[in-house]
């Protein structure tokens, strides 16, 4: 069971808006630790899609973005599209395990 | 290019060793904290390990502390991760990724994954 918690699945029609969310504790979200998301297309390495709760590596369409409130972070897509069909996951540094962790993932499905 | 390369994975007995090799290249290696990440067959990631930049910190998940060790060679541009007493709960691909702190500490750069089977 991962420290951070997110959905299993999220899915979506082409053109629409979806949120992912990564609910965590004190020892990590609420204690002002960053939360990061990687996006993980089938059968290929995690690619870093929004880092420090809510900025863009260049190159990652403006359709992604990142929030943070509290004990919890979200990640929003916008004009889905069928590429963005992947698995997405949080990650964050815990104070308590004095170590990273990642959520336990959500596959987004573009119906 | 920036890129890092796994190697070492393969077909291993429980309880026995392997050790994982990732080359860096493209970047100045020395000047990045590194990790190990390992994804089992149809599951989500799991952290498994990290390493300061000279080497002089570590941390390990508690599923394999004591059984494996990561460490790097500078001079090589190298990260290695050790495994030892391996179980079946070890199988899973192993990617290495570096820790960038001009992205606030994210992992921006990930290699392409080794593949480790525990099996007899």
């Known amino acids: 069971q991962s420290v951070l918690t997110q959905p299993p699945s999220v899915s979506g029609a082409p053109g629409q808006r979806v949120t992912i969310s990564c609910t965590g504790s004190s020892s990590n979200i609420g204690a002002g630790y960053d939360v990061h998301w990687y996006q993980q297309l089938p059968g290929t390495a995690p690619k870093l899609l929004i880092y420090g709760n809510s900025n863009r590596p260049s190159g990652v369409p403006d359709r992604f973005s990142g929030s943070k409130s509290g004990t919890s972070a979200s990640l929003a897509i916008t004009g889905l599209q069928a590429e963005d069909e992947a698995d997405y996951y949080c990650q964050s540094y815990d104070s308590s395990l004095s170590g990273w962790m990642f959520g336990g993932g959500t596959k987004l499905t573009v119906l | 290019e920036v890129q890092l390369v796994e190697s070492g994975g393969g077909l291993v007995q429980p309880g026995g060793s392997l050790r994982l090799s990732c080359a860096a290249s493209g970047f100045t290696f020395s000047s990045f904290a590194m990790h190990w990440v390992r994804q089992a067959p149809g599951k989500g990631l799991e952290y498994v390990s990290a390493l300061s930049t000279s080497g002089g910190s570590t941390y390990y998940a508690n599923s394999v502390k004591g059984r494996f060790t990561i460490s790097r060679d500078n001079s090589k541009n190298t990260l290695y991760l050790q495994m030892g007493s391996l179980r079946a709960d070890d199988m899973a691909v192993y990617y290495c990724?570096?820790?960038?702190?001009?992205?606030?500490?994210?992992?921006?750069?990930w290699g392409q994954g080794t593949m480790v089977t525990v099996s007899s």
């Open positions: 990724a570096r820790r960038n702190w001009g992205v606030r500490d994210a992992f921006d750069i």
